[in-house]
């Protein structure tokens, strides 16, 4: 089947828009709200077509980074999503930390490098100009050289940076304190994080801005001003791989999940089309975690009843992202219903029976098929007959379509057509075996010191490999070796 995973680019970025405005803890309309407001503030500016859509894409995509750091962010404040979102609303004690202003600095260095550097990766992916590229990888950059990751100034940083920085800015504080306040802080960043000039610009115009902006038309103007370049195809697996890299130990679930669902497909006799849906809305399925802060997903025992409640609505906003995203309403309805039950006793609907489709029957098995065979920080990865055997009892009991549950076990995913472009590149012969390897094991969250005990090897001899991945994918982090390397199909 040719052609299987293709979306338009404005698809793919509205859905990475969504993940990030959701792992951000911002409203799913943050991101296209900013773009709005930052293309009305480039054009007051004076920057031409070109620049404008710099603007939009970079506002779209700026969070799309930030599933990379959020185990960093987990690690040094508890809540990746909460702690972010009080950052960006300037709470004085977001950091709910005694660190001084230079060690807040020091743990967000690596952060934002982690950020920018898969940012302006997704950008290259999805073939964006070469200035959403440059603007993504700057986009913590400050007008007085404060930011990060590399401590630019003046004009050194893309003007697209700046715009994309106030327009934010504006839609998130206006939103949180009111139109007033956020006038005073945007006057307060005024000549450190931006030029003095453009906060007052917006600051003039963001009363009538913001009223403008409640009109629907406002949105749908912003969508047909898209680009030429938003309007090409490219491969939906991206979206997969962002969604992933949320969890280290989470790498490639999403890729693996979609081809189980696209394997039991074709192994059932379904058509074409429905085979697309289900294999797409196996890539998809996972947007909604973003929701979710790592330590919950992280836990190994019983949750609370308050992060039941969160990892419930997972599916929730998977099918919140079709509402927004006309162009995946479908793979995402699908997605939604991928820890639903025939027994009801799913989530987050409780469906049964009937009202679960063929498409989602598989989704639900080939999710739980390939979960219960990945490693989980909390047990190892059960063998096939282990986890055939767990399927078929869940089968019994009323819970699995059985039928579903014998092609999935009897499927052979390798048979499942992924793109060609992505098996060649497999096969390319960039990495070594063993560097490999090694990224496979980091890729999973494993420090040199665990890869080179699973390994057998030194911790010399690790690092040299590391370093050596890392030259070769053109790439400074280990998330950014991830995505790449997922999307040249060796992990």
């Not at 773009?35 to 700026?62: F, N, T």
């Not at 302006?120 to 930011?147: C, K, N, Y």
């Not at 969160?310 to 992202?321: D, G, H, N, Q, S």
């Not at 994918?473 to 070796?481: I, P």
């Amino acid at each position: 089947m040719q052609n299987v995973s293709a979306i338009r680019v404005l698809d793919a970025i509205k859905a990475l828009a969504f993940i990030g405005d959701l792992s951000m803890g911002q409203p799913t309309d943050h991101s296209p709200r900013t773009g709005w407001l930052a293309a009305r503030l480039a054009q007051e500016a004076g920057l031409d077509d070109a620049q404008c859509g710099v603007v939009k894409e970079v506002s779209l995509l700026r969070w799309s980074g930030c599933t990379a750091n959020a185990a960093g962010f987990s690690d040094w404040l508890g809540d990746d999503i909460g702690s972010r979102a009080a950052m960006l609303a300037m709470r004085p004690d977001w950091t709910g930390t005694d660190e001084s202003a230079e060690q807040v600095g020091a743990a967000i260095m690596p952060l934002a490098q982690v950020h920018c550097e898969v940012s302006g990766e997704v950008a290259h992916m999805l073939g964006l100009p070469a200035g959403t590229q440059e603007a993504l990888r700057r986009i913590f950059e400050s007008w007085d050289g404060g930011g990060f990751p590399e401590r630019r100034a003046g004009r050194d940083v893309p003007a697209e940076v700046f715009m994309v920085g106030v327009a934010g800015d504006l839609e998130i504080l206006s939103r949180v304190y009111g139109l007033e306040k956020a006038q005073l802080l945007i006057a307060q960043k005024a000549g450190r994080q931006y030029p003095t000039e453009l906060a007052r610009l917006a600051s003039a115009r963001a009363a009538v801005w913001l009223r403008e902006l409640d009109d629907p038309a406002a949105q749908q103007h912003a969508d047909s001003a898209s680009s030429e370049a938003l309007q090409l195809v490219s491969a939906p697996e991206i979206v997969a791989d962002v969604i992933d890299l949320k969890l280290p130990w989470m790498a490639g679930y999403s890729r693996r999940v979609a081809q189980a669902a696209g394997a039991c497909c074709a192994r059932l006799g379904m058509s074409d089309e429905a085979t697309r849906c289900t294999y797409m809305a196996g890539l998809l399925h996972g947007m909604g975690r973003m929701a979710v802060p790592n330590a919950i997903w992280n836990t190994a025992g019983e949750l609370s009843r308050a992060a039941w409640e969160k990892v419930r609505l997972v599916p929730y906003w998977t099918a919140r992202a079709g509402k927004q995203i006309e162009g995946l309403s479908r793979e995402s309805e699908i997605a939604s219903f991928a820890y639903e039950r025939l027994d009801g006793s799913g989530y987050f609907r409780g469906s049964a029976g009937a009202a679960i489709g063929r498409e989602a029957r598989v989704l639900a098995v080939a999710a739980a098929w390939v979960a219960l065979r990945s490693d989980r920080p909390w047990r190892a990865a059960l063998s096939a007959a282990q986890a055939a055997a767990l399927l078929d009892e869940q089968a019994r009991a009323g819970r699995f379509d059985r039928e579903v549950v014998n092609a999935t076990v009897c499927a052979e995913v390798d048979d499942f057509p992924v793109s060609s472009e992505r098996a060649r590149s497999a096969k390319a012969g960039l990495l070594s075996p063993r560097e490999v390897e090694v990224l496979k094991h980091i890729s999973l969250g494993a420090s040199n010191k665990e890869a080179a005990r699973m390994l057998g090897l030194s911790l010399s001899t690790i690092r040299t490999h590391v370093e050596s991945v890392f030259r070769k994918l053109e790439c400074t982090t280990r998330a950014a070796a991830t995505l790449k390397a997922s999307a040249l199909g060796y992990i």
